[in-house]
């Protein structure tokens, strides 16, 4: 059953795909090298209506000193009444890497004042992976970049030749939650697509825009977690780093 609030169902409900961007900071903050609160608007396609926008709260030492794992809160919000749709909130904790044992990244998702799912590391060698799962901590879906080499590597050219079109184009890709997957060659049920920016973007801003594609037959609630996913790994992996608009 969809717990989610009335404005997410509203709009999330029927959707298949989203496309999320990030706004760019200013000049003025881009040449200091300001570490400015993670703005995103959200579309129903690239180019499309806009239908919700969220601007996350953060303290500045935090973004200052530790921006990759700052702690943070997020509700996206419906354009217009400004209703919550989600609410994402991050704890600290140590960066991603390979071989740890605690103190794992988590990422908690609420809508309409109830918890809907929450996104968690796993122990891993050399490929990031995380589980997502719903309010009652039953899995739903692995996620990880696209492998190869039996699961050892990240496979780069997943996404097209990366001297090509699948330049600057990064992926984590999302399996059933039952399924053992050891290859990226698996069959995939979603995705949450990092997409390149042109040349002027890429040198002046460190803006983002990720092409989102929900799993067939997901629920209201699984896809805004997928949402929430979606800024979550910006933060871990993307941002401040290289983008893609």
Known sequence: MDRGSDALKA???????????????????????CEAKSEFKYFKKEGGEQFASSLEESDLCCRLCCPMIRPFKTVVQETGTLAELLTIDRPLACAPGGCKCCCFQELNISS???????????????????????????LLYKMHMPTCCGGMCINVCAEGNPCGKGCCRQSFRLYPGNQEVTDGDAPYVGSILKKPKSLLTELLTDANAFDVAFPPGASTDEKAIVMGTTLFMNALFFEGNEGGE
């Open 11 to 33: 709009q999330v409900s029927d959707m298949r795909s989203v496309h999320m961007r990030q706004t760019r900071r200013g000049c003025f903050q881009e040449l200091l090298g």
């Open 112 to 138: 309409g004042g109830r918890p809907i799912g929450k996104v968690e590391e796993q122990f891993f060698c050399c490929v990031p992976r995380f589980h997502i799962k719903d309010e009652n901590d039953q």
